[in-house]
């Protein structure tokens, strides 16, 4: 089936690595131009390059906070002038804090809250005058099954995404007919999981570590997911042929969520 995204043009935030990058790689393959942004600008280009595109696709990439509303605005709107308009972004930037409640600071607290919340507005606000304009117009927030089924040893990071989850309902009414849905991960592969596996020094290869990992989380399907399983709905979502669904949340989890 044509998703129809040929020639349209999709922010994504977080593309160095993981998730953003498999969903920048399946958006050029599609046909689409990625406006892609992290903070470190030299390894996005870098991760960028090689990926293959269909005709036509076009990237426009920087170096960007996303905490950083100035920046993001004044990025987004250069990109919009040079593609000639926006037709959707993927809030993906992020990241995990690994700490129990009473173990977090207030200060990282108010980081974990500023990043799934303002990293979200930010780029949403700096957006939206051009989604507005756009035939087809589409958000999608990576966000975690954390939302609802929160772990102590994640406290903050459970918290703030059970608070994206809200928003995320609340823009789809607030902004329609922009359309602005959530994708909830479980468990996935990015690299990170391979570096806590070096850390852990344990004579168990990757793939003993990360399945018994998978089920003393209970992940039905017994194993990690790989980003590119990730980006497949991401994408579907940003699609115009995904034309009926807003407010909605997808688990990507290979089953781990314990909730009907
Ligand atoms: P990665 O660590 O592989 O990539 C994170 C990306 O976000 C990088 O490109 C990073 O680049 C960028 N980034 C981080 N902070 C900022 C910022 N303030 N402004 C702009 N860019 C930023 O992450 P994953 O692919 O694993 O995760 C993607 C999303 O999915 C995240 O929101 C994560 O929290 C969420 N998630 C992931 C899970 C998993 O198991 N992997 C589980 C549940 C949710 P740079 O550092 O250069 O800025």
Redesign the pocket.
């Known amino acids: 089936m044509d998703l129809d995204l040929a020639g349209r043009s999709y922010v994504v935030?977080?593309?160095?690595?993981?998730?953003?990058l498999a969903t920048a790689a399946l958006l050029l393959g599609e046909g689409a131009h990625v406006v892609a942004?992290?903070?470190?600008g030299d390894?996005?280009a870098a991760a960028l390059r090689p990926l293959p595109r269909a005709q036509g696709a076009r990237v426009v990439a920087g170096g960007?906070?996303?905490?950083d509303a100035d920046g993001v605005a004044a990025f987004v709107a250069s990109a919009a002038e040079e593609l000639g308009g926006l037709d959707g972004v993927v809030n993906?930037?992020?990241?995990?804090l690994l700490a129990p409640a009473a173990e977090t600071t207030r200060e990282q607290w108010h980081e974990e809250f500023d990043?799934k919340i303002f990293?979200v507005l930010n780029t949403v606000r700096a957006a939206e005058p051009y989604l507005r304009r756009a035939a087809a117009p589409s958000v999608v927030n990576?966000n975690?099954i954390?939302a609802r089924q929160p772990e102590s040893r994640l406290a903050a990071t459970s918290a703030a995404r059970a608070a994206l989850l809200n928003l995320t309902r609340t823009l789809s009414a607030d902004l329609a007919p922009i359309r602005v849905n959530s994708v909830c991960?479980?468990?996935?592969d990015?690299?990170?999981w391979r570096r806590r596996h070096e850390a852990a020094g344990v004579p168990d290869s990757y793939e003993e570590w990360t399945g018994a990992l998978a089920a003393d989380r209970g992940v039905a399907l017994g194993r990690l997911g790989r980003?590119e399983e990730v980006a497949y709905p991401i994408v579907a979502l940003l699609s115009p042929r995904a034309s009926y669904i807003t407010g909605a949340s997808i688990d990507v989890g290979g089953g781990v969520a314990r909730y009907v």
Do not use: E, H, K
């Open positions: 935030t977080g593309a160095s690595s993981g998730v953003g942004c992290a903070r470190d390894r996005l960007c906070d996303v905490l993906n930037a992020g990241r995990s990043l990293g990576v975690a954390l991960l479980g468990l996935v990015t690299g990170q980003a």
